[in-house]
């Protein structure tokens, strides 16, 4: 998983609540044996004109000028600003395998659904929770200006507009470490690697036909 | 201080360490690989850049996807027909060629379902870890071995660290006293378990099997049992290890031998609960009042005795039980009190992880010896659980006694128990099946299954409907369980 740094980025405003993971990342698209590629197919139905097959080459495929995503303005966006209860329905880690993919890095809402908080910070993306006022005040100020950026502060837990205003957010601070030192479980349990060595010799020694392979 | 319970004791075998937030990790000593929960695991570990922990540790074989008829295996991967399930299995294969994991191809002969073949290898031992991709993995418990099934995101964490993120259980016993029936098996112990204590009647628990009964069982109807656990809620389902699971293991080609053989047969003899052990929870059922099973709804846990009927869902105390029996009933397409011998069947799938050993195609074949299955019947298949043992069942003439008696006689994989291959029920269509999940659509949309024993689902193939297989002529089904 990358460190995640401070960084400024584009935000692309999804006026909508309750965007669930079918949404996010319709069904047929599980199917992929990958984690990686999602992204051509994150919010397929909002984003395409027609219904999206997997493994289709999405290049010629009828885009939807209105959805936001199509939009010359938000192009490079890596923060999406979006409404309540974000990422809801079913566990698909597909989700946030698709916003990664597609470039995004944290998520703004009001509140996030409890399985894709989980599965959105093991896969590297911030999600900040802020107030229904501060959101609404965001989504008026991406509106306002074009090329609308907000910098990310996650060391400091703070959103930071464009007119310098900073907006205060709380993140567990497991996940906080997790994410500015670019560690997932599996990174993490690598913390105690020797450990685990320590405990295999050991392992071994008293049980080795647990470690025997076939004559 | 009481003493250990089985669980407690393999627990504490793997515990590497144990965090402040309640989480522990525990070292794996084997993992299953199949195509379906595998290929992202990979993935992700390319992309982070790690390479496997110990790849010894790992054993792979395609079984979901595979197909069963051998027009289409004889053509090797090329005879998979949905490109989806094509590029699935081989990625495995690439997978496993990549990173140089041991794996069963297709047409191997050890090929099958994870469940059958782990065990069959002995690759699955008393004391070990076991985790898969796959819910079923309980059944490994059956030795005595400690068996998680896991997640995507899991199978890639033990392929990169060795080790599993977990959080101790409680414990519970599910006791079985007295002796079974003639005719009454395995399959009907575990369905008869589930049907006392519901569907999430095991959540939160790590169950050990126990009791004479259970005792008496071979390791393939301890497997059975075990496999069942996560139907009773339960991610872990466990029994004793004695000498029949000694006995099993010896000779298996990933079994110790020698001098190592005998130092691990007196650590296996520990892998039993403590006399003085606490258990959070203990369930104890009459063997002599289980008769053969028949699962009637869209859940395991609505399952009755063969002389019994569908229930009527007014009678139901509680409401939310009447909805959703009502709603079980129309979807089956069952009449309130209607005697379950009354059901009619169009499918008999004999297979899966719960029941596709050799003992269970025995059984199934003691019925099917000299009869016919019925015109009524479309479809009757006997899907062995490895390559290995179809050709044990060969050896001994049951292919040709399921032949004559008008069953389809397969390929190994896990076939219609999902119906990821071609092998598939209609919408309507009522199956016995000996597989382990009745949801709605399990088998093929709009598809109705009942759970049964082998022997039960080889008898309703020959009457067209449910029968007593203890009502049988003796030289039939009732003496199955000799077997
Ligand atoms: S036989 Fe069925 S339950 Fe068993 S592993 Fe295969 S699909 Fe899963």
Redesign the pocket.
């Known amino acids: 998983m990358k460190k995640f740094t401070r960084f400024d980025g584009v935000v692309a405003p999804l006026d909508r609540a309750n965007v669930d993971t079918d949404l996010i990342i319709p069904k047929q698209f599980l199917k992929s044996i990958k984690r990686t590629g999602f992204g051509v197919n994150l919010f397929d139905e909002l984003r395409y004109l027609d219904e999206g097959q997997p493994g289709q080459d999405c290049s010629n495929r009828p885009l939807n000028p209105d959805f936001v995503l199509n939009q010359p303005r938000y192009k490079g966006a890596e923060v999406l600003l979006a409404r309540r209860n974000f990422g809801c329905g079913s566990s698909r880690e597909h989700a946030p395998w698709a916003l990664e993919d597609f470039g995004f890095r944290v998520v703004i809402a009001p509140s996030f659904a409890d399985i894709f908080y989980n599965n959105a910070f093991k896969n590297g993306i911030l999600l900040i929770t802020l107030s229904e006022e501060e959101v609404d005040q965001l989504f008026a100020g991406v509106e306002a200006s074009e090329g609308y950026r907000l910098e990310i502060d996650l060391e400091n837990q703070r959103v930071i507009t464009p007119d310098g205003k900073a907006l205060a957010f709380e993140v567990d601070a497991f996940r906080k470490h997790c994410l500015l030192n670019g560690l997932d479980d599996i990174g993490i349990t690598l913390q105690d690697e020797d450990a685990i060595r320590a405990f295999e010799q050991k392992h071994k020694q008293a049980r080795p036909w647990l470690f025997r392979q076939p004559a | 201080m009481s003493g250990q319970t089985l669980y407690d004791k393999l627990w504490n075998q793997h515990l590497v360490k144990q965090r402040d937030d309640g989480t522990a990790l525990i070292y794996i000593d084997r993992q299953l690989l199949h195509e379906v929960t595998s290929p992202q695991a990979f993935e992700g570990l390319r992309l982070a850049k790690r390479k496997p922990w110990r790849l010894d540790a790992n054993l792979a074989t395609p ?2 996807n595979v197909p069963t008829t051998l027009k289409e295996r004889a053509e090797g991967n090329s005879g998979i027909k949905d490109p989806v399930s094509l590029i699935q299995v081989q990625t495995l294969d690439d997978n496993c060629v990549e990173y140089g994991i041991e794996e069963f191809r297709i047409n191997d002969p050890r090929q099958g ?3 059958v073949v782990g065990p069959e290898q002995g690759a699955t031992l008393p004391g070990m870890t076991v985790v898969c991709g ?1 819910s ?1 993995t309980a059944t490994h418990g059956a030795f005595g071995a400690l068996a998680h099934g896991i997640g995507t995101s899991e199978v890639e964490h033990v392929l990169a660290t060795q080790c599993l993120l977990a959080q101790k259980m409680k414990n519970m016993q599910v006791r079985v006293e007295g002796e079974l029936g003639l005719g009454v098996t395995a399959k009907d112990v575990v369905l008869a378990i589930i049907g006392e204590i519901g569907t999430a009647g095991g959540t939160g628990y790590a169950i050990e099997f126990a009791g004479s009964a259970i005792a008496s069982l071979s390791m393939e109807g301890r497997m059975t049992v075990c496999n069942m656990a996560i139907e009773a809620g339960a991610r872990v389902g466990l029994i004793a290890v004695d000498d029949t699971t000694i006995e099993y293991l010896a000779k298996r080609p990933f079994a110790p031998t020698a001098e190592q053989w005998e130092a691990a047969v007196a650590d296996w003899r520990e892998l039993v609960s403590d006399p003085d052990a606490a258990f959070d929870k203990v369930v104890t059922l009459k063997a002599e009042e289980i008769e053969p099973q028949v699962s009637w709804g869209t859940s395991p846990e609505m399952v009755t005795g063969i002389s019994g009927q569908v229930p009527d869902p007014k009678a139901a105390q509680d409401e939310t039980v009447q909805r959703s029996h009502t709603r079980a009933l129309e979807y089956m397409g069952l009449q309130p009190n209607q005697k379950i011998t009354d059901i009619k069947l169009d499918k008999v799938f004999i297979g ?3 029941n596709s050993r050799i003992e269970d195609l025995r059984e199934a074949a003691k019925v099917a010896r000299g009869n016919k299955v019925a015109d009524s019947i479309k479809l009757a298949m006997v899907v062995p659980g490895s390559g290995l043992v179809k050709r044990q069942a060969e050896a001994e003439g049951l292919d040709k006694i399921f032949i004559d008696a008008g069953f389809e006689w397969r390929e190994p994989g ?1 076939s219609m ?2 119906a990821m291959n071609a092998d598939k029920l209609g919408a309507g269509e009522h199956c016995a099946s000996t ?3 009745n949801f709605e659509g399990r088998q093929g949309y709009g598809g109705r299954t009942h759970l049964v024993s082998p022997a039960m689902a080889a008898a309703a193939a020959i009457a067209g409907h449910f029968v007593d297989v203890r009502s049988l002529p003796a030289n039939d089904a009732t003496h199955a369980q000799e077997a």
């Open positions: 079984d979901h379902i994870v469940h796959d079923h899966s992880c719960t896990c128990c999902l597989s382990n999940r």
